[in-house]
């Protein structure tokens, strides 16, 4: 049984995941009240939709979707029930597989089986006036991935049942193929005077420019260059978008045609203060990780900086519950999977041996 805990997004998953299954699905979010789940009606699928409040306490396989400055938090107050079960984390953020395991480990439980997505599933929109909710654009082919190849398969396996948009991929794509990381920061840190003075706008349809786009490519150029030194799927920015959205109408020859243009992204406000998860999230816990692994790895990161640079003025990054940086876990991994690799071992330290014949993948 399925359980999906988290923010608005939370809504989206477990709506496409029960639609999918014609399974019940527990769901615990502060947005959706419980008095208003028994009315709420579903307005665009045809297959029924069961949700309950809470976390069902016949619970097998977990969803946490969750800022990445929250994860910790969320994960910690229901490390008990989530111990030694399926989780998957949507999005995982930056390393998320690898920080929910070293967490565990410190609180001395069992640790999940755990796998991450790129981004959030899907999109919604919930009316609470009429007690009504409009399931929004599914992410096509998402990429997901956890320690090991075979654990990979398996969750792909299991999760798929309820999200048959998921795609099998390795923590490397999933960790540094975020398109938000790029898109963010960008449009936020191009538009600060207007956010910082309360300016109400469209994010995607008045604050993007050919200029904001520009500088979202030089972060992308970087990134990609660091994915391929390590061995993700090395797809643009706007291939990435494509992939998710061109079954739901994406079009463009051009990234800012694909974002400007898309119908998906019409309505989405820009936000209204500069301590955001755009900023919050996607510099500290995205752009600043990808810079520090670029130093280590020697790969170009002069606008990586620029970027962490202006963040650090304009939204200093704030006292987070980890006991070490994502970038540095990912990088122990990776160094782990070469030296195991080298001695002609498939196994990532800390990890049971595969019962199979599989090896780690990189696309």
Same mark, same amino acid.
């Given at each position: 049984?399925?359980?999906?805990?988290?923010?608005?997004?939370?809504?989206?998953?477990?709506?496409?995941?029960?639609?999918?299954?014609?399974?019940?699905?527990?769901?615990?979010?502060?947005?959706?009240?419980? *008095?208003?789940?028994?009315?709420?009606?579903?307005?665009?699928?045809?297959?029924?939709? %069961?949700?309950?409040?809470?976390? +069902?306490?016949?619970?097998?396989?977990?969803?946490?979707?969750?800022?990445?400055?929250?994860?910790?938090?969320?994960?910690?107050?229901?490390?008990?029930?989530?111990?030694?079960?399926?989780?998957?984390?949507?999005?995982?953020?930056?390393?998320?597989?690898?920080?929910?395991?070293?967490?565990?480990?410190?609180?001395?439980?069992?640790?999940?089986?755990? &796998?991450?997505?790129?981004?959030?599933?899907?999109?919604?929109?919930?009316?609470?006036?009429?007690?009504?909710?409009?399931?929004?654009?599914?992410?096509?082919?998402? =990429?997901?991935?956890?320690?090991?190849?075979?654990?990979?398969?398996?969750?792909?396996? /299991?999760?798929?049942?309820?999200?048959?948009?998921?795609?099998?991929?390795?923590?490397?794509?999933?960790? +540094?193929?975020?398109?938000?990381?790029?898109?963010?920061?960008?449009?936020?840190? +191009?538009?600060?005077?207007?956010?910082?003075?309360?300016?109400?706008?469209?994010?995607?349809?008045?604050?993007?420019?050919?200029?904001?786009?520009?500088?979202? *490519?030089?972060?992308?150029?970087?990134?990609? /260059?660091?994915?391929?030194?390590?061995?993700?799927?090395?797809?643009?920015?706007?291939?990435?978008?494509?992939?998710?959205?061109?079954?739901?109408?994406?079009?463009?020859?051009?990234?800012?045609?694909?974002?400007?243009?898309?119908? &998906?992204?019409?309505?989405?406000?820009?936000?209204?203060?500069?301590?955001?998860?755009?900023?919050?999230?996607?510099?500290?816990?995205?752009?600043?990780?990808?810079?520090?692994?670029?130093?280590?790895?020697?790969?170009?990161? *002069?606008?990586?900086?620029?970027?962490?640079?202006?963040?650090?003025?304009?939204?200093? %990054?704030? /006292?987070?519950?980890?006991?070490?940086? =994502?970038?540095?876990?990912?990088?122990?991994?990776?160094?782990?999977?070469?030296?195991? %690799?080298?001695?002609?071992?498939?196994?990532?330290?800390?990890?049971?041996?595969?019962?199979?014949?599989?090896? *780690?993948?990189?696309?």
């Amino acid at each position: 049984m399925l359980s999906i805990i988290g923010g608005p997004q939370a809504i989206s998953a477990a709506v496409y995941a029960s639609a999918n299954t014609s399974e019940e699905v527990g769901i615990l979010s502060p947005s959706l009240p419980h *008095e208003e789940l028994p009315g709420m009606r579903v307005e665009n699928l045809e297959n029924p939709v %069961r949700l309950r409040h809470g976390v +069902l306490p016949e619970t097998t396989h977990f969803v946490v979707i969750s800022d990445s400055t929250k994860l910790k938090e969320v994960i910690f107050a229901h490390r008990q029930q989530i111990a030694g079960r399926k989780l998957l984390l949507a999005p995982g953020g930056f390393a998320g597989v690898l920080r929910v395991r070293a967490w565990f480990e410190k609180w001395g439980l069992a640790a999940p089986e755990v &796998g991450e997505v790129t981004a959030f599933i899907t999109g919604g929109k919930r009316d609470s006036a009429a007690s009504q909710f409009r399931l929004g654009a599914v992410k096509r082919d998402l =990429p997901i991935a956890a320690a090991t190849a075979a654990v990979t398969r398996e969750l792909h396996a /299991e999760f798929g049942r309820y999200f048959p948009n998921l795609a099998q991929s390795d923590l490397v794509t999933t960790t +540094l193929s975020n398109a938000n990381h790029m898109i963010h920061p960008a449009v936020v840190l +191009l538009n600060a005077a207007r956010i910082d003075n309360g300016e109400p706008f469209l994010f995607y349809r008045e604050g993007l420019s050919p200029a904001t786009v520009r500088f979202m *490519e030089a972060l992308d150029t970087e990134r990609l /260059e660091l994915v391929k030194a390590l061995g993700g799927e090395t797809l643009t920015l706007q291939e990435w978008m494509l992939r998710y959205y061109e079954g739901e109408g994406m079009r463009g020859e051009t990234l800012l045609e694909c974002l400007q243009t898309f119908s &998906g992204f019409a309505g989405s406000a820009a936000p209204t203060t500069l301590r955001h998860r755009y900023l919050e999230d996607d510099v500290w816990f995205g752009l600043a990780q990808y810079l520090s692994l670029a130093r280590q790895r020697g790969t170009g990161f *002069e606008h990586l900086q620029s970027a962490a640079t202006a963040t650090t003025i304009l939204c200093p %990054r704030i /006292e987070s519950a980890d006991d070490d940086e =994502p970038w540095q876990l990912l990088s122990d991994y990776l160094g782990g999977r070469e030296r195991n %690799r080298h001695f002609g071992s498939t196994r990532v330290p800390g990890e049971q041996p595969d019962s199979g014949n599989a090896t *780690e993948t990189g696309t």
